[in-house]
């Protein structure tokens, strides 16, 4: 059973930082793929970043340059750096495991498995 806990969300504002964490258990998930997407309401879940098992990351284009994604595998943990914020980032967020070993799944794939999500929300 994967277990993701994302903590570290909250309010800031426009031009400020956060940084989001998610430990994980259940697996030996310096194997696997992870990943944080984000949604907000009405809206589908939208891919934000992900790093592979060996530390390769990616980015989509409007965090690019501001979030940072890393990870500690002696922690079961994946980090999201959030630097200049911007209202339009506010959402929840949530971490993301890929379901199988050395694969990283596609962005809008069904090959990632959720945490529950944690909110923020940026003042303009």
């Known amino acids: 059973q994967v277990l993701l806990v994302e903590s570290g969300g909250g309010l800031v504002q426009a031009g400020g930082s956060l940084r989001l964490s998610c430990a994980a258990s259940?697996?030996?998930?310096?194997?696997?793929?992870m990943g944080w997407f984000r949604q907000t309401p009405g809206k589908e879940r939208e891919f934000v970043a992900a790093?592979?098992?060996?530390?390769?990351?990616v980015y989509a284009d409007d965090v690019k340059g501001r979030f940072a994604i890393s990870r500690d595998n002696a922690k079961d943990s994946v980090y999201l750096q959030m630097n200049s914020l911007k209202p339009e980032d506010t959402a929840v967020y949530y971490c993301a495991v890929g379901t199988h070993t050395y694969h990283m799944p596609s962005r809008e794939s069904d090959e990632w498995s959720w945490g529950q999500g944690t909110q923020v929300t940026v003042s303009s």
């Open positions: 259940g697996r030996p998930f310096r194997r696997y793929a």
């Open positions: 790093i592979s098992w060996g530390g390769d990351t």
